[in-house]
C-alpha cells in the first residue's frame, strides 16, 4: 500500500530521532535528564511543526477543491445558459425567416402572370403588384419603378407602404445599390439600412425596417424595372424571385 507523503515525514521524523537518542546509548557519557526531556520536547515540536503546517496545506487544498467544484458547477451553469439562449436565438430566426413552400411559390407566379396579362396600365400594375407582394409577404414599404422609354431611368410607378410626404427621385445604373442591381440583374440584400433611409407609417408611430430588398425585373434580357422593399424581417424572396418575375414578362404595357 502506497504511504501517505505526510504519513512518510512522520515515519523519517521518528527514525531520525530515535537514531540521535540511540547514539548516546553507545558512549561513555553520562546523558542528563534534562537533555533528555529536552530532546524529547524538541521531537514533539517539530512533529506538531509538521502536523500544524499538514492542518493548514490540507485546509487550504479543501478550499482550492471547493472553489474548483463552485467553478465547475458555474461553468456549467454558464453552458446552460449559452444553449438556453442559443435555442432562444434560434427559435427567433426561425420565427423571423419567411419560408415558401413550392405550392405557394407557384401560386404567387400564376397571380403575377395573371395580373400582369390583364394590365393594361403601368402605373396600376405596379401598384397592385406590391399590393400582391404584401399579401404573401410581410412587406413593410415597397417601391416600383420601371424605365419608360425615351428615357434611360427608372421612375416611381407604384409604392407601397410610404406616407404621401414621401418623394422619391428617378434612379439609373449609377444609383449606388440599386443601379447595381439593375445592372447586374441580380438581387441584392441589404441587411443593415441606413437610419435615414426610409420611415414606415404604423399605426404605432413611425419605425424604421431592418432589410432591403432590391428585386430587379428582367424582361429579355434587359432590366425593365426594379423593386424595392423594406421590411422588419427577413423574407427570404430572393430565394423565389426568378420564378415569381417570369410571370412579369407577360404584361402588355411595357
Partial sequence: MKLKPITTLYIISTLAFMFALLKYFYVNISIPIDFLIL????????????????????????????KDIEFQK???????????YKEVLSKFQSENNEEK???????????????????????????????????HYEIGLGVCYFKIKPSDNFSVQGVYGLSDEEVLSEINEHSGVNGESITSQKVIVVNEIDDEYFNIESCTGSSKPKHLYLLPIVVNNATVGIIEL??????????HWVKISNGISEIKVL
Fill in 39 to 66: 530532546e524529547i520536547l524538541s521531537f514533539v515540536g517539530f512533529i506538531g511543526i509538521i502536523y500544524l503546517s499538514d492542518k493548514i496545506i490540507r485546509k487550504n487544498r479543501r478550499q482550492i477543491d471547493l
Fill in 74 to 84: 458555474k461553468e456549467e451553469e454558464y453552458i446552460q445558459s449559452i444553449e438556453h
Fill in 101 to 135: 413552400s413550392e405550392d405557394e411559390i407557384e401560386m404567387i407566379s400564376k397571380e403575377v402572370v395573371e395580373l400582369a396579362s390583364e394590365s393594361d396600365d403601368i402605373k396600376k400594375f405596379a401598384t397592385d403588384f406590391l399590393a400582391k407582394l404584401a399579401k
Fill in 230 to 239: 423594406a421590411t422588419f424581417k427577413m423574407i427570404n424572396i430572393e430565394n
